[in-house]
């Protein structure tokens, strides 16, 4: 079985500063890992996608993240926060050949101006 | 359609009714999924059509849960005798092909969600 886990909630952070939402997961194969971003009264729009190529994934709006195998990590960063940024904040995980994605129970993103 | 369309937005019904929930993909996505996000939770799967067929409906909770995608394109989802613990905002989701990531072109792209409230 796959699963993740996000370590926080609640996330704030000032504008203009570092966004470090963490993920973990659990896989006994290797896994494919997302992170998707839900804004208010919105669908989930997908940021990323790890699929076993570069470590190191960069998505949309400056968002990236690093898939650490010996750390089974696949933490979520933007360098400066902006206002724009506040939304909730969910990781996935799947497997090849497998369509269903496995989602951790989210963390929501606060920017205090 | 330019996205995914889900109707209604909100329902709220009593306990014991039946309720439809109704998803328009993307124009061309054969894939098309459901998910169901209960309060402070991530999305929970539910069931994967490919086509017509529902390829995995092993996320129903149980039988009185039921979809259909009868032309490959809509999808209906259908709860009978609703439960008090149905409430939640049910997800609809859809790709071009299966969604297996290593193409680097299967993404879900997802619906704003049904709000489902039983009284």
């Known amino acids: 079985a796959q699963s993740v886990t996000q370590l926080g909630s609640h996330v704030s952070v000032s504008e203009g500063a570092l966004v470090l939402l963490r993920c973990n997961y659990s896989s006994s194969v290797p896994p494919y890992l997302f992170w998707y971003v839900q804004y208010p009264n919105q669908g989930l729009q997908l940021l990323l996608k790890y699929t076993s190529a570069a470590t190191l994934v960069k998505g949309i709006n400056g968002f990236e993240a690093e898939f650490k195998k010996s750390e089974t990590s696949f933490h979520l960063t933007k360098p400066s926060a902006h206002m724009s940024d506040a939304a909730e904040y969910f990781c996935?995980?799947?497997?090849?050949?497998?369509?269903?994605?496995?989602f951790g129970t989210g963390t929501r993103l606060t920017i205090i101006p | 359609g330019a996205g995914v369309s889900q109707t209604p937005s909100n329902k709220v019904t009593e306990k014991g009714k039946y309720v439809e929930l109704r998803c328009d993909p993307i124009s061309g996505h054969t894939a098309l999924y459901w998910y169901r996000q209960s309060l402070g939770q991530g999305p929970e799967f539910l069931i994967y059509?490919?086509?017509?067929?529902?390829?995995?409906d092993s996320g129903l909770p149980n039988d009185r849960f039921f979809a259909v995608r009868p032309e490959g394109s809509v999808s209906t989802l259908k709860i009978q005798r609703t439960e008090r613990g149905d409430s939640a905002v049910y997800l609809c989701a859809s790709s071009l092909s299966p969604g297996l990531p290593s193409s680097g072109a299967n993404v879900l792209t997802f619906g704003a969600g049904s709000r489902l409230t039983v009284l």
């Open positions: 059509f490919q086509g017509t067929g529902a390829a995995d």
């Open positions: 996935a995980v799947t497997r090849f050949g497998n369509e269903k994605l496995t």
